[in-house]
């Protein structure tokens, strides 16, 4: 089985009667962008009602959603529905209430109505989960309860025979939780004597029960006693079986069963969908089974299976293996499922509802054998149908990967359930409502399908080890983002392990393992493999993991069966890796310093901080200079502190990074200062810049670093450490020759030496009698959309400005407010916004006031940026909505161009017979999500249209309210750094500052264009 870039201001919508935030479990009060709800009762039909606002910073196309419930009860099943449409997962008890998953792309940014039937809890609070691990794991991320965190004890005669074969006969009842079944076991004695088989059972307080035992039809019964407390049917054989020997016995039993699960009550009975339609669906992991059929229930026991599943019509079960064959009886139905391969008791299930289905072929590794890779999806969510590319597509890759599908006779399934996890049934995964849509490839489907390879095929002996199946599992979803995506979201995947946190302070075999503890076994499981693959290169980590599963194939393993195969292609010990990283706790924390003791040498010591002894891990080291250039270094460090001489040659390295691509999991000891932000770059007159910045973080600085670029690829050293101190936030700098452009950046220095990441990019052009462009960066907020440190789209803009021979400076949206710079000093003024959606930052009632006065004596400007008008226009004050009415010219129809990213130039406007795209994900210079569709107002002109025959820019010129100089504007409703190729940006640019009457020079030959 399987963040939000916070806001430092968590948003809450705090309504009337609610208690404080801090009476909230801390997972609630802890999100950025929850969203807090009275709910008011619904007099004429029961229930509770609330409407809320998500804001539009919570990204919502990219994030999943819960809500909480407080202080509902899970007995009380309540029903919820979101804008009109019943939410289908099962709520789960959590802290102080129920949690229950929301339906991807449910919630709008704005108005939402939640309804909740069946229970009167008088608030609740919708947050974003965060990662994968919550996405993928939801019940287990979020569940308080102590239920199934240790084994129920096992019989010892249990250990005296091994099962070969199950025939398990159900009756669904789709509106009742009562079972009626028979199970017939076919097993063989390991030694002499044995004259007992012992099931494992849940009594559930006598509300189950054993109706008959005997040894198959037309025996006589046979003697058994049952022990409630322990949950065991003891069953005495007709004679003792000799060792080798095959004996049968059948269990009639019928019940209610338990609703106490690990992942929530194992056998459910529960509705979907706008018709209320019945749905039975199982979930026994890890000691479930027993709650709804006797057996042998351990993982180290597996045994093949069939299924004789009688339900009314029109259900349809599924379960595991092959479909043998469907006899009609009238009303009911019994289908007939064979799972041919060796099968754990926790992997056994049945699922019925109704359900629509389509299927894709699989071919084989040998191009010969086909079977079947299906989809089995509730009604209303038909469209999840789609997905089975994706389904395939994962398939595929892991057979290459690792070795054929393993259940290649059979087939491969998802089929829906109501729960909020899925699990990995072997044959027929467990999928929650719409997490197939729309590709099938997201990340909880990777986890399952992988699930057939690790945990599947072989499965941990005990739960102690289940590491081995969802370590593995959780690592696999990294891999396939590799092999989908590439190497940086692979990387960005395994970070994001670290960054939620990982649970180090016991091993993760462990007798407490079955408590399924996601950072331990899960995270900290996948970060062991992803060490090891380092650890091992990249040909080894791959083939032991095929000779593992060769070798233990359809049974099972502990941890060491997978060390023995890993040290096997090693042809070393491992020992030392696995005692520290799976036996052992905790983590190294790593501080470095470099200097270079002389020619062609540079030293680097090395020192961990932690207590205990030193982990012993090779370190990758790479060296950095400014002009781009890379030597990669690899260390073994096994002392503390360890100090390694490495051989350069001429190579002048600017930045020295310890393992720069995070294959350990590892804290670092001294931290690095926050990224600071520039803030103006401008030409001051004769030969000198002005330059100011901001620093960030809590990390004090000891100095700064000034660079330049003529191309963002190369870059020299302008002023170092010592000439810009710890208190410096502006400096004088020479500037380029007249008619030149330079691009800089800074990045801070801490007191050890470790440098911070390096700022965002600004430029300047110095004039020589030409006319002069402001760019003004008022992407503010790029840091907290989790799209990296820094950007260069400032930079970007100058470099359109300059390609055209025009003089430019380079500002902040701050340095703007701080006037640092006059608007007036400007022939025009380029803003670029990115996509902000903040209220009050795309533009403050500062700049508003700023850019009233510069457009009145005439001023030029020219704006790019989604969610502009949503912000202003649609959720803004007065003063907004007339700022942008009279002064952008624009009012808000909508916020999304109907999913199309290209634009056309309108007849009669200054685009005229022009095409452009702006990023839709595939040019990797970010998906522009909320692209804004306006109106032409106040004597615009509409310029550029969506596909879909929205209005995608507008054009003015004339005289703005209260001016007395005619001016000029350009209004992009998306952001000018996501168009592509480069060419085509600079060329709309172009036109705008032509518009401008700037008489642009013919824009630069190609090969002079900037990489990027």
Known sequence: ????????????????????????????????????????????????????????????????????????????????????????????????????????????????????????????????????????????????????????PAHPNQALYDVQHYILELDLDMHSRFVDGRLTMEAMALEEGVSQFVLDLDFNNGQMGVDAVDAGPGTEPLSYTVNTANGWIIINLPEPLEEGEAGTVRVAYSGIPDTRGRWGSPYRVETHGPANTPVVFTFSQPYGARKWWPCKDTPADKATMELHIRAPKPYHPMSNGELVEIVDEGATRVFHWRENYPIATYLVAVTCSEYVSDSVVYTSLDGETEMDVSHYVYPQNEDELQGLSGTLDILEFFADLFGEYPFLSEKYVNVTHNAGAGMEHQTVSSMPPRNLFPDGKHRRNVHEVAHHWFGNLVTCETFE???????????????????????EAYHEYVANWIDLGITDTIPIVNPDADAFIIALVY???????????????????????????QAHAYGTAVTGDLIYHYEQVHGEPLDWFFDQWVYGTGKPTYEWTWDTPGPGTLSVTITQTQSGPPFVMPIDIRLVTLGGGVQEHTVFNDENP???????????????????????YKGVGAAAPGEPRLDLVRHAGSDELEVRWRGTGSVEYSGFQLIRSRNLEEWELVADAGALGAGAREATVPAPASGEAWYYQLRGVGATGLPSALSNSFGVRTPAGEQRVLVVDGYERWWRQNRGLYNHFAAWHGEGVNQYGMAFDTVSSHGVRQGYVTLEDYDAV????????????????????????????????????????????????????????????????????????????????????????????????????????????????????????????????????????????????????TMHPAEDRNRLLGIALGFFEMEPEELLPGDMLLVH
């Open 1 to 152: 089985m399987n963040c939000f870039c916070a806001r430092v201001l968590c948003i809450l919508v705090l309504l009337a009667g609610l208690v404080p935030a801090a009476a909230e479990p801390a997972w609630v009060g802890e999100r950025p962008h929850a969203v807090m709800i009275k709910l008011t009762p619904i007099a004429e039909t029961g229930g509770v009602h609330g409407r809320f606002d998500v804001p539009r910073s919570a990204e919502l196309k990219d994030t999943l959603h819960a809500v909480w419930l407080a202080g509902t009860e899970p007995d009380q099943a309540p029903g919820l529905f979101l804008n009109g449409r019943r939410v289908d997962y099962s709520p789960a008890p959590v802290e102080g209430g129920v949690l229950a998953q929301l339906p991807p792309g449910g919630l709008k940014p704005r108005d939402n109505l939640l309804v909740v039937s069946g229970a009167e809890p008088d608030r609740a609070v919708i947050f974003p989960l965060r990662g994968g691990f919550e996405e993928v794991h939801f019940e287990q991320a979020f569940r308080k309860d102590a239920w199934e965190k240790a084994a129920p």
């Open 830 to 977: 380029v803003w670029v916004l990115g996509e902000e959606s903040t209220q009050d930052e795309t533009f403050s009632s500062v700049e508003q006031n700023l850019v009233r006065g510069f457009l009145r004596q005439g001023g030029q400007l020219f704006v790019s940026g989604a969610e502009i008008a949503w912000d202003l226009d649609w959720r803004g004050s007065s003063e907004d909505r007339e700022f942008y009415a009279d002064f952008l010219k624009a009012s808000y129809v909508a916020d999304d161009s109907g999913g199309e990213h290209e634009v056309f130039g309108l007849q009669g406007s200054i685009f005229e017979g022009e095409e452009f795209w702006f990023d839709d994900g595939s040019a990797g210079i970010y998906f522009v999500r909320y692209p804004d569709v306006i109106n032409p107002e106040a004597g615009g002109v509409a310029a550029l249209e969506y596909e879909t025959a929205g209005v995608a820019a507008v054009q003015f010129e004339g005289l703005f309210p209260g001016g007395t100089v005619p001016g000029r504007l350009v209004n992009l409703g998306f952001p000018l750094e």
């Open 465 to 487: 080890h289940i590491w081995l199946n969802e370590g593995w599992a959780t690592y696999m979803e990294a891999l396939y983002y590799e092999y989908d995506i590439g190497t």
């Open 523 to 549: 995270r900290k499981g996948a970060l062991v493999l992803h060490m090891l693959r380092r650890v091992m290169g990249e040909e080894a980590f791959f083939e032991a993991a095929r000779q593992y599963l």
């Open 642 to 664: 360890q100090t390694f001489e490495l051989v350069v040659g001429d190579f002048e390295p600017f930045d020295v990074q310890l393992d720069p691509d995070n294959w350990i």
